[in-house]
């Protein structure tokens, strides 16, 4: 049982690339979202999904685009990397019918945008 | 969802108990308290949560004031590897919403 996967762990981007951050669970969480953690504030929602095919914005949603055609996966893809990008992002999920607070997050991946 | 209010940082000894506060005196009925903890810039880590009792599983014992506006999470012999960023969060739980809101938390630092 992996829990919750993100790869890569690493990333360097000039500014003006695109990519995607992968997200994948294996315990069947219908609840999934991404965060980003920045220096000095407190980990921020960007999106969030409730089960396949269904998507909704968080916090700070602006230049992040995501999906979710399975269960398993929840991609987060960067359009036009810019600077202010520049973050650790977490991916969390959580399993349905339980307390809707407990998120089981993956480890980071560590994007630095130039 | 309330906010919280947490010492910034904290130290502790190897072996004694942790106590640590969170201030949240705006919350209302329908929101629960959580924990999580942030080990060394890893993903944070779910700890315990409650609603009105107290409550304690393998890791820690949450104590809610009764009240409700103050809680403190309590790690009953800390050691080395509880060093770590503390989190209180309170929100409703909500069904599908699992829009918690972060703050900086407790640097709590557990020394030999």
């Known amino acids: 049982n992996a829990g919750v996967t993100q790869t890569p762990k690493f990333q360097v981007l000039k500014t003006g690339q695109s990519m995607t951050l992968q997200c994948a669970q294996d315990?069947?969480?219908?609840?999934m979202s991404w965060y980003r953690q920045d220096p000095g504030m407190g980990l921020r929602l960007i999106h969030y999904?409730?089960?396949?095919?269904?998507?909704d914005q968080g916090e700070v949603p602006n230049g992040y685009n995501v999906s979710r055609s399975t269960t398993e996966d929840f991609p987060l893809r960067l359009l036009s990397a810019a600077p202010s990008q520049t973050s650790v992002y977490f991916c969390?999920?959580?399993?349905?019918?339980?307390?809707?607070?407990?998120?089981?997050f993956g480890e980071g991946s560590r994007l630095t945008v130039l | 969802d309330a906010k919280t209010t947490q010492p910034t940082s904290m130290d502790c000894a190897e072996g004694r108990a942790a106590n640590l506060p969170c201030n949240h005196s705006t919350i209302s009925g329908n929101e629960y308290v959580y924990w999580y903890r942030q080990i060394h810039s890893q993903g944070p880590q779910y700890i315990i949560h409650g609603l009105k009792n107290n409550e304690t599983n393998e890791m820690a014992s949450l104590i809610i004031t009764e009240d409700r506006k103050s809680s403190t999470l309590i790690l009953p012999h800390a050691t080395l590897r509880d060093t770590a960023v503390y989190y209180c969060?309170?929100?409703?739980?909500?069904?599908?919403?699992?829009?918690?809101?972060w703050g900086l938390g407790t640097s709590l630092a557990v020394n030999p």
């Open positions: 999904s409730v089960g396949a095919g269904i998507t």
């Open positions: 969060i309170v929100s409703r739980n909500a069904g599908n919403n699992r829009k918690l809101i």
């Open positions: 315990m069947n969480h219908e609840y």
């Open positions: 969390a999920s959580s399993p349905p019918g339980t307390s809707t607070g407990e998120l089981f």
